[in-house]
């Protein structure tokens, strides 16, 4: 099989460059060097990536972002020990810096697994690779493990009185998803406010409520090293940045804001986008990478990947870490959005359970792996033990409940369970919706009022809403789509891009492009 050339299948690609700059506030006092203590315990070896123990029998879920706010006790303990694995000493093998390195930047050696010849400045992670949504999840697993481990030790240093509480609720400690799809709560956006809202956040320990540096907001490097990061303006900056302004400046502020409309104004699109990956994807090839290009069916020029990449752009904005491979899992965005996209994975397993990974050549070179080399179920996911001389593999990892997590709509692995889910979250912005709300307005004495824009009745009234009249799109019992498949090479530009589509002529703006009213979404 000849080499596929590297191609994004639908409007965004992400090409490796940098990031960094703002902080200084502080991390949470607990009255005494515990950071220290907590080290002394653990293995100074980097660790093989085991299952996390179920509670009475069970597998607790990974939870959205949001909910898990509503559990105070276990925000606190995340946010805790987020906080804390940021403030880890980066020479140390857990500290977020070396895990967040083991994706890109800076092309470190970890675990001890070394790099093939002249791949020593390239991180593990596969992209337009069969390997793409198989390689992240014992990397997600690996995260979830050293925080699990950090929460642990939190709850145990809270006053005998609440200790018992607190190491309860430790045990059903797993990492939170970031559904950047599902409709948001009215007033809200799909970016929440305790991920961008404010860079410091207030959080009840051990040792009383404090306010610190918001580890979900950024990630300042300690120490900031200029040689990770060779172009300007990105070698000035010691914190990772969203949309910063001014653009190009070392005093660059992150602009969550702006993220949050870009975001708002794409959620539709990503809604739709998602469902039709789950509908009419039911091959794993063409729906988990953008390497995999069809060539008798237009339909299937999207993937999970080049859905995810559109989460990185916009995301990160222009000149943010998100949006730039090598860097993006500094931005702590990227851990709650590759989690949500394994809960994608898993969702889709359920869906077309006999459709898994094939042999496929690499389009790009890893720090183990060289670009043309056959990737397949039996590949290892480098640099990931499962034990002392074995890497996980695909055909491992096939089954998330391995590591000891589920999530809510694959719980019980039921195929129906899964579509009402699916149907439930994702269908609000599909055609099929807009005719279920002008059938029940009809039903309800409001046939005579004519339907071209119902964003007015929806939850999410203050975004922008661009729809063709009901009698455009349905015709009897039948409805129409438009898809535009796009082909570009992911590298054409040497840098990440999107690709706009208006109704019309483009705005004078660049910058306001993503948000633009005749969009098409």
């Given at each position: 099989m000849l080499p596929l050339r590297p191609i994004i299948l639908l409007s965004v690609c992400l090409v490796p460059i940098c990031l960094a700059s703002i902080s200084g506030q502080r991390q949470y006092d607990y009255g005494s060097d515990v950071h220290a203590r907590f080290q002394k315990r653990q293995d100074y070896r980097p660790p093989i990536v085991t299952s996390l123990p179920t509670v009475d029998g069970h597998l607790p879920s990974r939870r959205e972002i949001r909910e898990l706010e509503k559990d105070e006790d276990m925000w606190n303990l995340f946010i805790l020990a987020l906080s804390w694995m940021q403030y880890t000493d980066q020479v140390v093998w857990s500290s977020w810096y070396k895990i967040a390195g083991i994706h890109g930047a800076p092309g470190q050696t970890w675990g001890g697994v070394e790099a093939i010849p002249g791949?020593?400045?390239?991180?593990?992670?596969?992209?337009?690779?069969?390997?793409?949504?198989?390689?992240?999840?014992?990397?997600?697993?690996?995260?979830?493990?050293?925080?699990?481990?950090?929460v642990q030790y939190i709850a145990s240093l809270y006053p005998p009185e609440k200790r018992e509480h607190f190491g309860k609720a430790a045990k059903s400690f797993r990492l939170p998803y970031w559904d950047w799809a599902a409709t948001p709560p009215n007033g809200t956006s799909v970016l929440p406010l305790s991920m961008?809202?404010?860079?410091?956040?207030?959080?009840?320990?051990?040792?009383?409520?404090?306010?610190?540096?918001?580890?979900?907001?950024?990630?300042?490097?300690?120490?900031f090293n200029a040689s990770i990061f060779p172009e300007i303006p990105f070698n000035t900056w010691n914190e990772t940045k969203r949309a910063p302004r001014p653009l190009n400046s070392p005093a660059?502020?992150?602009?969550?804001?702006?993220?949050?409309?870009?975001?708002?104004?794409?959620?539709?699109?990503?809604?739709?986008?998602?469902?039709?990956?789950?509908?009419?994807?039911?091959?794993?090839?063409?729906?988990?990478?953008?390497?995999?290009?069809?060539?008798?069916n237009n339909g299937t020029y999207d993937s999970i990947e080049a859905l995810h990449d559109s989460i990185h752009t916009l995301g990160g904005g222009a000149f943010g870490h998100l949006s730039i491979i090598q860097y993006s899992a500094f931005d702590p965005l990227f851990l709650l959005h590759h989690v949500n996209v394994d809960r994608i994975f898993a969702m889709w397993q359920v869906l077309y359970n006999d459709s898994y990974v094939v042999p496929m050549p690499a389009i790009y070179p890893s720090h183990t792996s060289a670009a043309g080399q056959i990737q397949d179920a039996e590949t290892a996911l480098t640099p990931f033990f499962s034990d002392n001389d074995t890497f996980w593999t695909s055909d491992m990892v096939r089954d998330h409940e391995i590591f000891g997590y589920t999530y809510p709509e694959v719980s019980t692995k039921n195929r129906v369970e899964v579509v009402a889910s699916i149907n439930r979250l994702y269908t609000h912005y599909s055609p099929a919706s807009i005719e279920m709300t002008h059938r029940w307005r009809q039903s309800r004495g409001y046939g005579n009022i004519a339907v071209t824009d119902d964003s007015r009745s929806r939850p999410d009234a203050n975004r922008r809403s661009l729809r063709l009249p009901i009698n455009a799109v349905f015709d009897g019992e039948d409805y129409y789509e438009w898809i535009a498949n796009v082909r570009v090479k992911k590298d054409a530009l040497n840098d990440s891009f999107m690709i706009h589509l208006f109704l019309g002529p483009a705005p004078g703006d660049p910058s306001t492009w993503s948000f633009a009213n005749n969009l098409m979404p």
């Open positions: 791949n020593d400045n390239i991180g593990y992670c596969h992209h337009v690779s069969i390997l793409f949504p198989t390689w992240h999840r014992p990397y997600l697993a690996l995260y979830e493990q050293i925080l699990y481990n950090i961008g809202g404010d860079p410091n956040i207030a959080v009840s320990g051990p040792n009383g409520v404090q306010t610190i540096a918001n580890p979900l907001f950024s990630y300042t490097f300690k120490p660059a502020m992150s602009n969550n804001s702006f993220i949050a409309h870009a975001l708002d104004s794409q959620m539709p699109s990503f809604q739709q986008r998602l469902y039709n990956l789950f509908a009419n994807y039911p091959n794993y090839s063409s729906f988990s990478n953008e390497a995999w290009i069809p060539t008798d």
